[in-house]
């Protein structure tokens, strides 16, 4: 965690670069329901009941259940073919950083190629290669933070 940190206190300067997004509410779909979102990097509005639980995923994981993981304060990274240090930062952070209020997913998203994408509630950073001390610090900023039950 020290080399993380050191990580995120050096990409800082990040904070000029994050998009602030418009909520777009909240609270929880009937089950089997889909919701519309105006970004395939959804950062609020109706979600699944059960959220993505932090961790690596090798397949895409459905919007719906990522909003409710950033809803908990989770922070979601959207990779394609970054390259093997970034996929190794990614695997490392997620195994790291898993608790239910406070984890990181990294979830796939075809056809972005080396763009790196991290979502938290109402917000987004768009990384077109893969900054370590830049996405470091964004987790920094909002892991923890949702507005459901902030931990940190």
Excluded at 20 to 44: D, E, F, K, N, Q
Aim: net charge positive.
């Amino acid at each position: 965690e020290q080399a993380f940190l050191k990580s995120a206190a050096a990409g800082k300067s990040v904070r000029s670069r994050i998009k602030t997004i418009s909520a777009r509410g909240g609270g929880h779909l009937r089950a089997g329901r889909s919701a519309s979102y105006s970004s395939v990097y959804p950062t609020s509005g109706p979600h699944d009941s059960v959220g993505t639980r932090p961790g690596f995923y090798t397949s895409r994981q459905r919007p719906e259940k990522v909003v409710h993981a950033i809803e908990h304060g989770n922070v979601v990274i959207y990779y394609d073919k970054p390259g093997d240090e970034t996929m190794e930062a990614l695997r490392s952070w997620t195994a790291l950083y898993s608790g239910p209020w406070s984890g990181v997913v990294a979830t796939p998203m075809a056809g972005i190629g080396k763009t790196i994408v991290l979502t938290a509630w109402t917000k987004r950073l768009t990384l077109a290669e893969f900054d370590r001390a830049a996405a470091a610090a964004f987790i920094d900023l909002f892991r923890g933070r949702g507005p459901e039950n902030r931990v940190r």
